[in-house]
């Protein structure tokens, strides 16, 4: 059940019009491309995936852990070394107070932000090599969580041995554990057989409980937080509106909240991913 796949990038220069969220200078080679979910089935997608994030906080509650630690100020230019030579970011309207922004503050439970799996030096998205080195330098760093960070929210992490393998993914690949449930109306399929290494798909406390009921665990890389004026949907799958409800359901799911970020909070997050303009082309308009 594990379909993510890395996917390499190419340095490049990037000029546009209009535009005031941060802008990484990479593109994508191989351009992702959202799937269409089923009138009704976005809704309800989310709301499942958060209840699932929430639940599993409940059953499989951390241990420790620290809070994010993040650099007081985002320059307008940030250039960071790369595998490849260098990679850089730009605001256009300047650099930003993290302080002052929410897009860099705890807003959940666990210690995250959205700073969390999104950085400059990764093209405000996550690297494997990255995590490692957040791994060797801090096991509690709060990207280290259970309900997502590792293969399973019910993976032991009672020994570095132990979260190693809990966190395999992301220092392989980088990618992060999405729980989604199947859709509770108009199903057009089945899960008859599914080879699942990781054990979560196949217990019914985390994963699947039939054929057509329960929560499917795929696992993909954080989309970046820039650009995003190119973005034709929103998530991989294309089940959130728009930013104001991705900042939401990403707080209540990913940092496991125990309530929505503030309507200020929400234009903070947005403005700093862009939505600044009634006629920007980020998808930022509420509906």
Known sequence: MDTSTARAGLMLSLAFAGWAGPAALVAVAD????????????????????????????????????TQATPPVI??????PDSTG?????????????AENAFFKDL???????????RPQDGWSLSAKHAQDRFSANSNDPLFRL??????????VSTPQAQREAYSLLFARGLIRIGLPMPPDGLEFQITDV???????????????????????????????ANLGFL?????????????????DATLGHAQGAAAPSPQQQQ????????????????????
């Not at 320059?75 to 960071?80: A, F, Y």
Request: with cysteine.
């Open 31 to 66: 351009l992702a491309v959202a799937q269409d979910l089923q009138p009704g089935g976005s809704a309800a997608a989310r709301a499942g995936a958060i209840a699932h994030a929430q639940k599993m906080r409940r059953l499989f509650p951390d241990i420790g852990g620290d």
């Open 75 to 80: 320059p307008q230019l940030e250039i960071d």
């Open 86 to 98: 260098a990679i850089a970011t730009f605001q256009p309207l300047g650099s930003t107070i993290t």
């Open 108 to 118: 959940g439970t666990n210690g995250r932000t959205c700073f969390t799996c999104h």
């Open 147 to 156: 309900v997502d960070g590792a293969t399973c929210p019910s993976d032991d």
């Open 195 to 225: 080879n699942d290494p990781h054990g979560c798909n196949t217990n019914p406390t985390t994963g699947l409980t039939g054929a057509t009921t329960g929560t499917v665990s795929v696992y993909r890389r954080p989309l970046p937080a």
């Open 232 to 248: 034709s949907a929103i998530m991989w799958d294309g089940r959130e509106p728009n930013l104001f409800s991705q900042a939401m």
């Open 268 to 287: 903070q997050i947005v403005t700093f991913e862009g939505c600044t303009q009634a006629n920007s082309p980020v998808p930022c308009a509420k509906s």
